[in-house]
């Protein structure tokens, strides 16, 4: 059984800083690409930032700059460096991780929610 444990969220003052982690467990075939998620009130889930096996990253436009997504492959964690914090960042973030060879799988975890404060 696949659980992905996210840490991390809470409030913060605009302009400052927090760091997501998520924890895969019960992975048995390796992890394609890790990524995070954010979804505000009223809007939908968007992509913040995602990185590849090989360290290979993406980010979305509004947080170039600012977040810094990295991963453990030996830990199959992935983390996000989010810095300069801004109120438009609020949001539940959620932890995906895909597998996209043989026996391709696809898990969300539950969320952590990041307030940032004006």
């Known amino acids: 059984q696949v659980q992905l444990v996210e840490s991390g969220g809470g409030l913060v003052q605009a302009g400052g800083s927090l760091r997501l982690s998520c924890a895969a467990s019960?992975?048995?075939?390796?992890?394609?690409?890790m990524g995070w998620y954010r979804q505000a009130p009223g809007k939908q889930r968007e992509l913040v930032a995602d990185?590849?096996?090989?360290?290979?990253?993406n980010y979305a436009d509004s947080v170039k700059g600012r977040f810094t997504i990295s991963r453990d492959n030996a830990k199959n964690t992935v983390y996000l460096q989010m810095n300069s914090l801004k109120p438009e960042d609020t949001a539940v973030y959620y932890c995906?991780?895909?597998?996209?060879?043989?026996?391709?799988?696809?898990?969300w975890g539950q969320g952590t929610q990041v307030t940032v404060s004006s």
């Open positions: 990185i590849t096996r090989g360290s290979v990253t």
């Open positions: 995906r991780v895909i597998r996209r060879e043989w026996v391709p799988y696809d898990y």
């Open positions: 019960g992975i048995i075939f390796s992890i394609n690409v």
